[in-house]
């Protein structure tokens, strides 16, 4: 591992980072979609001092690799890159020599940045497979365990750790995506940190994970990992929009983005989501029947899709500025992305040039029951969520309540 001076970045009482997942570009055309739908609205507005990408910057795409550096250079702060499944040289025969492009054109796989504020290291965490099914696994290589067995003995505890990977720790449908044996290796060397967070990607959805005894974390406190939304959503796919950018929602009804780490004196953080292009910052996406009949059984609800929600968000909801009611946590796909589903299976034509994704189980979405006893005609929904970092967020739409006679 090499150590050279770098510029100062992560310093004061409090800095930003940027935090991309899965830019995931496989043609000009995706360079673009990245440079304008994510990159070139942050130019000149972002205060961050350090970008963090966490891998797949192409789709088995490597000559992509200088006209996508391009677009993040245009941010003006250094950037840490992770290199994810798909950055990997498909003519690779093994795990040895699957990162020559990435090398080549990006630079080191696995590094360190020590700032006043917080550590950052960034892990090639992916066992290229070639010929086998998978291809590959999430893992960590022995030269790499070499080298946080020398550095992390160095560090000061009182700053935050950033852990920045591309495949997830914790497993996904009962699948083993992180190899057990070497995540309980690297919680070994973490445990007696205090401070730690963990970024990962690769899902193209959202959501936050925190590791206990069960998945081999010795700590004091859960670990969080966060597993951030992909730069691309769904592989830039869905409708274009007027300016002939896809609609690119995950699968998890989580519009495309990116994030902002606040890492802060004392080892804290904060976490923030934000939509690509959004000028309100919309945190809650809400799906909810036009119409309903008068007096039926309350049998539909308004679901709430909290971007950055976890177990333990509290969400709220109210009718007419009624009382505010819990909704409760559900675990089934968005409707909202659902419907769009439902729409690209009945069109007579392609929409797009990619349909938006098959909908997916949500992580963070919530119902409440809506009332029909109510007088005929329009009624304001709100929901509110209380975000751990931010505070208070909101959203509002309308049902109508009709007459009808068998």
Known sequence: ??????????????????????????????????????????????????????????????????????????????????????????????????????????????????????????????IQMPGKSPAYVGGLREDQFAFLMRWLPTLRKDRLLVVALHIPLFDKAGRETFRHTDRARLFALLKDFPHVLVLSAHSHTQQHVFHDISSSWQGNKPLHEYNVGAACGAYWSGVKDASGIPDATMPDGTPNGYAVLTVQRGGDYALAWHNARDAADSQIGLHAPKVLRRGAYPAWGVFANVYMGDDDTRVEYRVDGGDWKPMKKVLQPDPRLMAENRRDDEAAALRGFDRSPEAEISPHLWRGALPTTLSAGEHRIEVRAFDRWRGTFSAHTTYRLDEASP
């Open 1 to 126: 591992m090499a150590y050279r001076r770098v510029p100062p970045t992560l310093q004061g009482a409090a800095s930003d980072v940027l935090v991309f997942g899965d830019p995931q570009v496989k043609s000009p055309e995706d360079v673009g979609y990245f440079l304008n739908d994510i990159v070139q609205p942050l130019q000149g507005s972002h205060s961050a001092r350090l970008g963090l990408s966490l891998g797949d910057l192409v789709d088995d795409a490597p000559a992509h690799y200088p006209a996508l550096l391009a677009v993040f250079d245009r941010l003006g702060i250094p950037w840490m890159h992770a290199p994810g499944n798909h950055d990997a040289d498909v003519s690779a025969i093994g795990d040895d020599d699957a990162l020559g492009h990435f090398h080549n054109a990006v630079g080191p796989d696995t590094f360190a940045r020590e700032t006043a504020l917080a550590n950052v290291v960034v892990l090639d965490d992916v």
